[in-house]
């Protein structure tokens, strides 16, 4: 691997100043420039890591630039990666990367036309955790998956993020905005979706921002923060999701898997690591091997109220630029990240009808990604 890949980025907001700060870890790429349409909200993230400020436009047209990292805000996500395209660069976003099908399909015949990759976000499921889950499927050590659960409920993002418009509108929701993490770990996990079903609901139609600097500002909610599904999987497993920001507290456990010969506790799918147990019929749940050495889960960021975590956001990014370079698939891929917008927009579309939906697409488990590969993505393998 002799080439790094100029990274580019579109969007300064929250989540810029993560890629920024976990890039560096990774070797095949290096953020160059940032751009926004609010031209302050780029100079000050250049300057804070020591990039350089561009207009949309002169990013695009940079030849020292070769993907666009699409940090935008969903509803922009597919014009501005359309853009990239079309400027004859490759494209990485946050997700969701499009909000239908029809948007992925349209990205995936430019980048077919153009030579290009899009990639998409999340990365988590490459975490250590997630792939030691993985690596127990794939031995075969809790059988054939039959069913499951999963869930991810809270209180919405009003009480601390400082601008939570976007999260309530269409777009946003729980389950597109966080329906991505246990979706996509779901398909790398246990494969793709067939069909899906859903009941959904919006018990509060407007919501009070208790969060500074927009203490008391009210939005009027536009889609459904309550939704409880049931996926279908080609493998026949059937997984009940229940997505809410209607929830102050709950006991349920991120994700569970049960197999013919066993049961697998999944850590939460919004972070990189997290005890992962597993059992034997009906004996004792059991943590470990102690010997997988996978870098992805080991902590390496302090949190304000003092707890360690595991963050490798960018894993997904690199893993692409790396592909692009060695002219392989990337794990965090274009086919993989459109199924699951199919998943997710089916399962708004049933909660909406209250009918049975067949998705319109498929995809392949992304490719497992061990301790060694994972160690080979790193600056530092040490």
Not at 323 to 345: F, Q, S, Y
Request: with cysteine.
């Amino acid at each position: 691997m002799t080439r790094t890949l100029g990274v580019g980025i579109i969007g300064c907001g929250n989540i810029s100043q993560s890629y920024l700060t976990q890039s560096p870890r990774f070797r095949g790429i290096e953020i160059r420039a940032c751009a926004d349409l609010n031209q302050s909200a780029a100079r000050q993230r250049a300057e804070e890591f020591g990039v350089r400020a561009e207009t949309v436009d002169g990013l695009l047209g940079s030849s020292d630039i070769d993907i666009i990292l699409n940090l935008t805000i969903p509803a922009a996500h597919f014009e501005v990666s359309r853009q990239s395209l079309d400027a004859g660069k490759h494209v990485y976003s946050e997700k969701p990367f499009v909000l239908d099908v029809a948007q992925g399909q349209e990205l995936a015949r430019m980048a077919t036309a153009r030579g290009l990759r899009v990639g998409s976000a999340p990365d988590t499921f490459l975490g250590g955790s997630h792939q030691f889950a993985r690596h127990l499927l794939d031995q075969d050590r809790v059988g054939k998956i039959v069913g499951g659960t999963c869930h991810v409920m809270s209180h919405g993002m009003e009480h601390w993020h400082p601008n939570p418009d976007f999260f309530f509108k269409p777009g946003g929701g729980p389950i597109l905005d966080l329906g991505p993490y246990y979706i996509t770990n779901l398909v790398q996990l246990i494969g793709p979706v067939r069909r899906v079903a859903a009941m959904s609901s919006t018990p509060e139609p407007e919501r009070t921002i208790t969060s500074e600097p927009r203490f008391g500002d009210k939005i009027a909610v536009e889609t459904p923060t309550t939704i409880h599904a049931v996926l279908e999987f080609a493998s026949g497993a059937v997984v009940t999701l229940g997505a809410s920001w209607d929830v102050w507290k709950n006991g349920h456990a991120p994700m569970e898997l049960y197999g013919d010969k066993g049961t697998l506790l999944v850590p939460d799918p919004n972070f990189f690591a997290g005890e992962v147990l597993h059992s034997e019929k009906n004996g004792d749940f059991v943590a470990g091997p102690e010997d997988w050495d996978h870098p992805f889960g080991i902590a390496n960021r302090d949190l304000p109220d003092g707890r360690k975590v595991a963050d490798y956001r960018t894993a997904g990014l690199a893993d692409m630029a790396i592909g692009i370079v060695e002219d392989r698939e990337n794990r965090c891929g274009l086919d993989v990240a459109l199924h699951v917008i199919d998943v997710m927009t089916s399962i708004l579309r049933s909660g909406e009808t209250g009918n049975f939906i067949t998705l319109e697409t498929t995809c392949n488990r992304p490719a497992a990604l061990g301790p060694d590969a994972a160690r080979a993505l790193l600056r530092d393998a040490g």
